[in-house]
Structure formats: C-alpha cells, structure tokens
C-alpha cells in the first residue's frame, strides 16, 4: 500500500519568508511524528499527534514553528519567519498509535528546507 | 535527559569482515533501543529493536544495561549493507517519541 508521502520534496525560500510542510500518513495509522535533521545532526523530534488528543510539542524548537493535523489525517508544518538555521530536512512519521508501546514508527522521504 | 551516542561517522569494512556498529545511551528509566537503516536514495526505515530479539538481515543487537549500550553486530558485511545507520531510544511513557543518535555510515568495499 501506499506509504507516508510528503510534500514538497524540496523547498527553497528566502529569510523571513513563511513555509508550509505537508505530510500524509498511513491511511488508518493515528500517531503522526515530525521530525527535523540538520546537516551534521541527529534526527530532532519536534512534534507528535495521536488521534484526538492534545500534540505533544515540547520538540518545537521556537514559536515560530506550529504544527496541525486536520480530521486526523493530513498534518501541515509551518514555519514562520524562516532563518538560516531552519534549512534541514524534515521527515514525517507515522504508526498504527503511539502511547507507552512503541509501534514501528513509517517514515516518509522528507522535506528538504533551504533558507537562503 | 536523554541521550543516543553513535561515536563513529563512518565505519569502513572489507565485504566479509565483522562489522559492529556502536551506539551507547542515557536514560534514567527502561528504555526501548531501536536501530534504523537508511539505504541510499531510500527511506529511513526499521531494521530492528531490542524487544523482538531478532535478527535481521544478518544483524543482531543485545542491549546491555550496564554499559548502557546497544552495538549493532554483523558477521560477515555485504556490499548491500551499505548504508546510514541510527540508532534511536524510545522512554517509558514518551509516547514513542525517538531520540536518535548522529548515525554512523557503514561503507563495504570489495
């Protein structure tokens, strides 16, 4: 079947400008994850939705980055007044739910962010 | 806090030699340790976690509480091996969040 897509694949924009992320999950998985891989860096959490509940954020590394999951599916990042040091690779996951058992974690070809 | 350490960026074996990736971590309380494999031009995907004991594609991994590691072990290294690999840590009622280390590039030649 078909698996967590992402769009876009790669995203150029100036400083200061805002961009949108978009990733579609697994269909029937209800645990979404975003994830953010810096050059020379580890994969950073940043965000997890799991059905109905309250988004766990405590990754988001600024206020300018905010995160929706609309009807439970689709999830849009979005980062405000982009800087340099937001250019990374962002990588959306997700799994059947999440909760205290981890469930194998479906990760999507990513985003690519410049910020020139 | 926790913390996933992958010392080498880049491992470089012959194909058939041992291959052991390293990956030590800290946490307080039980952890789930987790590796991930990247292949070129593909996705991160799971290659295998502690719970299931299992090996896959060659590879094993025993976690070891006192040292706090989880080193990624293989016999015998194939070309196809090559890849990025990551360790990750998931903690008690963390929502299956992952912490992952740097990654370690695993390179087999010939």
């Known amino acids: 079947g078909a698996g967590v897509s992402q769009s876009p694949s790669n995203k150029v924009t100036e400083k200061g400008k805002d961009v949108e992320l978009r990733c579609d999950p697994i269909s029937g998985h209800t645990a979404l994850y975003w994830y953010r891989q810096s050059l020379g860096q580890g994969l950073e959490f940043l965000i997890y939705f799991q059905g109905n509940s309250a988004p766990d954020k405590s990754g988001l590394p600024s206020d300018r980055f905010s995160a929706e999951r609309t009807g439970g599916s689709v999830s849009t990042l979005t980062i405000q007044r982009t800087q340099q040091e937001d250019s990374a690779v962002y990588l959306c996951?997700?799994?059947?739910?999440?909760?205290?058992?981890?469930?194998?974690?479906?990760f999507g070809p990513g985003t690519r962010l410049t910020v020139t | 806090a926790q913390r996933v350490t992958q010392p080498e960026k880049l491992l470089s074996v012959f194909k058939g030699a041992p291959v052991e990736l390293k990956c030590n971590y800290s946490y307080s309380g039980s952890p789930e340790l987790f590796w991930y494999v990247q292949y070129s031009r593909q996705r991160l995907q799971l290659l295998l976690r502690h719970i299931s004991r299992e090996s896959i594609k060659g590879f094993t991994a025993d976690l070891n509480k006192g040292e706090t590691s989880f080193h990624l072990k293989k016999p015998f290294a194939q070309e196809e091996d090559s890849a990025m690999y990551y360790c990750a840590l998931s903690g008690t009622g963390t929502a299956s969040k992952l912490t992952f280390g740097t990654g370690t590039r695993l390179q087999v030649t010939l």
């Open positions: 996951a997700s799994s059947i739910r999440g909760g205290s058992f981890s469930y194998e974690q479906y």
